[in-house]
């Protein structure tokens, strides 16, 4: 203990109290460099905010450096903040790299400012996105299908991203699907990792469309390996489904002008009881293009 008290001691005593304090203030490139400390330390995150905080730190130790070369005169004040400039500086080229590296084709940074950075999504993420569908749009021309009917297996995810699908069951009109809206969600979400399926709908394009496409077991790979992506699809594709099931609910209709509610199953069970009965969920069944596929035998990988 008596060592400890004499080397702090030592530390806090060893130099003498200022007593007299300086008159004139330090020259113009110091308070430049505190400004710009100030202001560099304000930054954000992302890369931009990187960009933001290392450009204005350095240019703040470099002021530093520059004052302590002329005013201070002194080489060891000079040496450290010409080492953390020159760390500053590296770094900011290291992030610019990393922006410049991490660029899309217009659709792709389209699909990014209109569905994923409004979540927060960064860049990088986004990144391992689009690596997984090959960051590659695919083409479908007007009237040709999709996915048909009993024939085409469930071994994708994709997405809508200019154009209008028609969806069909047994000939029978359901709804569109729009751009930023998942093709083939509720298949998706019907089926296991380890399950397959065919569809129980037809897809079918009435414009030019283009939509970007995961591959079922390429795309398990990815959650597996990041788990914050495999969150952000799970919410996607609820919200996907259940605007769906919407489109789906302004069709049904109930006698006496009244609208089904897919909300409420009973409640027209309960206040018309005079009407003709119904059975809503057997109705939603035949209906939805979006129902697990039963009575499906497995197909090879």
């Given amino acids: 203990m008596g060592e400890n008290a004499s080397f702090w001691e030592s530390?806090?005593?060893?130099?003498?109290?200022?007593?007299?304090?300086?008159?004139?203030?330090?020259?113009?490139?110091?308070?430049?460099?505190?400004?710009?400390?100030?202001?560099?330390?304000?930054?954000?995150?992302?890369?931009?905010?990187?960009?933001?905080?290392?450009?204005?730190?350095?240019?703040?130790?470099?002021?530093?450096?520059?004052?302590?070369?002329?005013?201070?005169?002194?080489?060891?004040?000079?040496?450290?903040?010409?080492?953390?400039?020159?760390?500053?500086?590296?770094?900011?080229?290291?992030?610019?790299?990393?922006?410049?590296?991490?660029?899309?084709?217009?659709?792709?940074?389209?699909?990014?400012?209109?569905?994923?950075?409004?979540?927060?999504?960064?860049?990088?993420?986004?990144?391992?996105?689009?690596?997984?569908?090959?960051?590659?749009?695919?083409?479908l021309e007007k009237e040709h299908c999709y996915a048909m009917q009993g024939k085409t297996p469930i071994d994708k995810l994709s997405l809508l991203v200019s154009g209008r699908i028609r969806v069909t069951v047994d000939g029978e009109f359901l709804h569109y699907i729009f751009p930023l809206q998942f093709l083939d969600s509720p298949e998706w979400d019907s089926l296991r990792p380890t399950e397959e399926g065919i569809f129980q709908v037809t897809l079918t394009a009435e414009t030019d469309c283009r939509y970007v496409a995961w591959r079922?077991?390429?795309?398990?790979?990815?959650?597996?390996?990041?788990?914050?992506?495999?969150?952000?699809?799970s919410i996607l594709i609820g919200s996907d489904i259940a605007e769906k099931l919407y489109a789906l609910n302004d069709r049904v209709h109930v006698g006496k002008g009244f609208r089904y509610d897919i909300r409420l199953p009973n409640f027209y069970h309960v206040s018309l009881p005079e009407t003709p009965p119904v059975q809503p969920s057997h109705h939603l069944q035949r209906r939805s293009p979006r129902r697990k596929p039963t009575g499906v035998t497995n197909c090879g990988s």
């Fill in 11 to 139: 530390l806090i005593y060893a130099h003498p109290t200022c007593t007299t304090w300086k008159q004139e203030a330090e020259g113009s490139i110091y308070h430049l460099a505190s400004i710009l400390f100030v202001v560099g330390f304000m930054g954000g995150s992302g890369f931009f905010g990187l960009l933001y905080v290392f450009s204005l730190l350095g240019l703040g130790f470099l002021c530093s450096s520059v004052w302590a070369w002329l005013d201070v005169c002194a080489a060891d004040i000079f040496s450290w903040n010409f080492i953390l400039f020159a760390i500053c500086f590296v770094q900011f080229i290291y992030v610019t790299y990393q922006v410049r590296s991490v660029s899309f084709d217009r659709e792709f940074q389209e699909l990014y400012s209109a569905l994923f950075q409004p979540l927060g999504i960064s860049l990088t993420v986004y990144r391992k996105i689009v690596l997984c569908c090959d960051a590659e749009v695919v083409t």
């Fill in 216 to 233: 079922r077991k390429k795309l398990y790979l990815l959650f597996a390996k990041h788990r914050f992506i495999s969150r952000l699809f």
